[in-house]
């Protein structure tokens, strides 16, 4: 079987909440990594507003479900099971398309972003912190959060601290922020397999064919 073959550049990147007109008129569309949708919600932001001068340093964790369907040692219940490792420290394979849609967004972005990726004794879900000096007060790095994803459906700012249990099953992302000094932590959670993937596939089938971006998403967490 012949399969079509396309060029990069006609596919469009599917990160709903950075580029929501752009997929609406898009034909092909790349879904983002789990990771990367993670972390770009956590710091988008603040690229979007030019205030990324420093490096930013990321450590996520992800559940068993985060390897895909490959098996390896790593990925078996008797290795997972009371255990805890980081691996592709600083070189994971979505710190290029983090990197790129930054520097989209923040033309004069060249800092760092120095991310450790951690495999978790649970199933599914990702929990990212994300931290870099900023000199805004944290009433006001709040308001820019909430008003960048005001017309996000999926994408909440909490004023309370965030756990897995409340995105897993759930195409959300919740976030948190907090100020310490003058380091900025924004604290970010989704389940890998709804809004890291195949969630976020339907939500960018939505918005190509008109559809509501919540359509066949209203789903309820594991945490009420």
Known sequence: ????????????????EYQKEEIKKATHVANPGCFA???????????AQQLIKEDVHVNAVTGATGAGTSLSPTTHFTWRDNNFSHYKAFTHQHLGEINQTLK????????NVLFVPNRGDFS????????TKIDLSLEKIKDLYKDYY??????????????LKQVVNTNKCLIHLHKHNDILLITSVIDNLLKGASGQAVQNMNLMYDFPDDQGLQLKANFF
């Open 37 to 47: 949708t993670a972390i770009q919600l956590a710091i988008l932001p603040l690229a």
């Open 124 to 131: 599914r879900g990702i929990f990212a912190t994300a931290y």
């Open 1 to 16: 079987m012949e399969y079509a073959r396309f060029r990069e550049s006609e596919f469009t990147y599917g990160l709903c």
């Open 104 to 111: 989209q967004s923040q033309q004069d972005f060249n800092s």
């Open 150 to 163: 005001k017309d996000s459906p999926f994408v909440f700012v909490s004023d309370k601290e965030v756990h």
